[in-house]
């Protein structure tokens, strides 16, 4: 089955706490449902394991001959400001089966305070844990979404600081065969940073565009592949070099997806500074 009960009604239900008309219900899908009755089972034990949460103090050995001996007291006190009476012989005997019978009347009223108040006190910690765990992915996803934010605005004003400065270079990408393709790039030696757009079109299946710094010396150096999941803001694609690297031009390629250390594709973008 596809549609579950909700956690919160099987608790409700193992605490024996939902009426009759909608109980029945509940009871038909747990009938059917192997998953359903296996929470069942879980959220019963948890409010066995609630019941037994709170510290019960074993009473002190003498209570029950104080009790005793306080119910003895009342009886002899009123016998004293009661007329004489003449009791048969059996009067000692029905006056302890008297005690007893309070006794077990006291007990009673015990039980009918102590057993509502332990389940009073599990249906409250039930609630308060299903509250704790809502408030506790609320805020995890509200970090989550924060942390999304400042990254976001800090790759932007990264940017802003990066194109207003004035030892960046503009450098226009130009098409090296028959397709349609086009492109720029902004680079900063100093700031280590490369930012480019470009218009291309969809890529061979299996294959992915990826960006090239050449340098004055040395080997081509990657500035990053342009598929999703790479860092951009909007259409503009960001990526980190090496600091205060030479460029002499900058070359897009295909190759196989995820992009290689090293360019093995043919150009179809090529910027020359």
């Not at 050995?61 to 009790?67: D, F």
């Not at 306080?70 to 002899?76: D, G, L, P, V």
């Not at 309070?102 to 007990?107: F, N, R, T």
């Not at 010396?217 to 694609?237: D, L, Q």
Request: aromatic share 6%; with cysteine; proline share 6%.
């Amino acid at each position: 089955m596809t549609n579950h009960l909700r956690d919160q009604d099987l608790e409700l239900y193992a605490l024996g706490g939902m009426p009759e008309s909608e109980a029945q219900a509940l009871k038909i899908h747990l009938a059917e449902c192997a998953e359903c009755s296996m929470k069942l089972a879980q959220s019963r034990g948890t409010a066995a394991l609630l019941s037994f949460a709170t510290y019960q103090e074993p009473p002190a050995g003498t209570i029950k001959a104080e009790l005793m001996a306080r119910i003895h007291a009342n009886r002899e006190r009123e016998e004293d400001y009661a007329w004489p009476v003449h009791e048969p012989s059996q009067a000692p005997i029905e006056r302890e089966g008297a005690v007893g019978e309070e006794a077990k009347k006291i007990g009673g009223w015990w039980n009918w305070i102590v057993v509502p108040t332990a389940l009073a006190l599990a249906l409250l910690s039930l609630a308060l844990s299903w509250q704790n765990r809502k408030v506790s992915q609320t805020l995890q996803k509200q970090r989550q979404i924060t942390q999304e934010l400042i990254q976001e605005h800090e790759e932007t004003t990264k940017l802003v600081t990066f194109l207003a400065a004035t030892d960046t270079i503009t450098v226009k990408l130009v098409p090296s065969t028959s397709a349609f393709a086009t492109g720029s790039v902004r680079y900063n030696a100093r700031m280590g940073l490369v930012a480019y757009s470009t218009q291309l079109p969809e890529a061979p299946a299996g294959k992915s565009y990826q960006m090239w710094l050449m340098p004055a010396s040395g080997s081509p150096i990657s500035a990053g592949v342009m598929e999703k999941g790479t860092p951009s803001v909007g259409p503009v694609w960001l990526a980190h070099v090496p600091f205060n690297t030479e460029a002499k031009s900058f070359a897009v390629t295909v190759e196989p997806a995820g992009g290689t250390s090293q360019p093995t594709g043919a150009k179809v973008l090529v910027g020359v500074i």
